[in-house]
């Protein structure tokens, strides 16, 4: 499905689509394959239940996340662990506290990889039935330029076979950062079927809150696989019709942020990203959102 009923934030079309550059040679995740973390039940769960929401105490005190980092203990002008070569600590914005990251690319980068976003390695990697949330705050300049082609990257999640041979990845993209007609897209490259989300243009000069969540397995259908994207409080993708691993044996080794300039002709740009937090299974989220889904959300606020 695309949206539970009722809840107005745009329209989703499924249709066969070519993911575009697989890059599929270039990059390294740079990790071994360590092992299988312990999986929680389903926390994605359909049932509607309620817990802890933004704003309030999680339950059972602190939680800490597999990764976070709000880029406050790192001097300005370095750049931070798990991050590309051409992200900088600033102080120009910030979402909260007083620092943040500053992505950019130039044209001499072309794709950009290793200089453009950021990597998260999963450690040890994360295996069929494991789940994944991926979470940050992003300011885009009024000058930036989304001219990425066919797909402005946001998050994407690598997938590899047992002997780090590279199967895809499952992307969260801009596709057209104006709208209002396909503004967002959501694919498993390899699976080649994307959904997209009609409804608000991409907004410079103001913060916006992403979460990705996946549940991964090489089955499409409800208790399988799992596809969904928050922006802000509204969840704008919810999908069961894709699998978020080519076969049941695939691994998880890496979530990246950006990564790569789809057509790899990026003008000068940059971009300013805040509040980065990954969560796993072996210690998953305390929050819900309304309709009950575990979630990040605007955690650590209310914690």
């Known amino acids: 499905m695309c949206l539970p009923d009722g809840t107005g934030f745009g329209a989703c079309d499924c249709s066969e689509v070519d993911a575009g550059p697989q890059d599929s040679g270039s990059e390294d995740s740079g990790l071994e394959d360590s092992g299988n973390p312990d999986a929680s039940q389903d926390s994605g769960r359909d049932d509607g239940s309620t817990g802890p929401e933004d704003g309030g105490p999680d339950a059972g005190g602190g939680w800490v996340p597999y990764f976070h980092d709000d880029f406050e203990s790192h001097p300005v002008g370095d750049t931070p662990p798990r991050t590309f070569s051409r992200t900088t600590v600033t102080r120009e914005y910030s979402y909260r506290g007083a620092q943040a990251a ?73 596709a ?53 994207v928050w922006r802000d409080d509204n969840l704008l993708f919810d999908r069961t019709d894709l699998p978020t691993l080519g076969e049941a044996d695939r691994v998880v080794p890496a979530a990246l942020l950006f990564s790569w300039w789809s057509g790899e002709m990026p003008p000068s740009n940059h971009v300013f990203v805040d509040e980065l937090t990954v969560a796993t299974s072996a210690n998953p989220p305390t929050r819900r959102d309304r309709f009950g889904n575990v979630w990040i959300g605007n955690w650590p606020a209310g914690d």
């Open 176 to 228: 057209n950062a104006r709208g209002p007609s396909d503004v967002f897209r959501t694919i498993k490259e390899g699976h080649g079927v994307y959904e997209s989300y009609d409804g608000l243009p991409v907004p410079t000069e103001t913060w916006e809150r992403y979460e990705v969540y996946l549940r991964f397995n090489h089955r499409p259908g409800m208790g399988a696989a799992r596809f969904r």
């Open 102 to 174: 500053r992505m950019a690319i130039e044209p001499e980068d072309g794709g950009g990889f290793g200089e453009w976003g950021a990597s998260v390695p999963l450690d040890p990697v994360l295996r069929e039935g494991d789940e994944l949330w991926v979470r940050f705050y992003v300011r885009w300049p009024e000058t930036f330029q989304f001219t990425a082609m066919p797909f402005q990257y946001l998050v994407r999640v690598r997938t590899e076979g047992p002997m780090r041979t590279f199967d895809g990845h499952n992307d969260f993209m801009i």
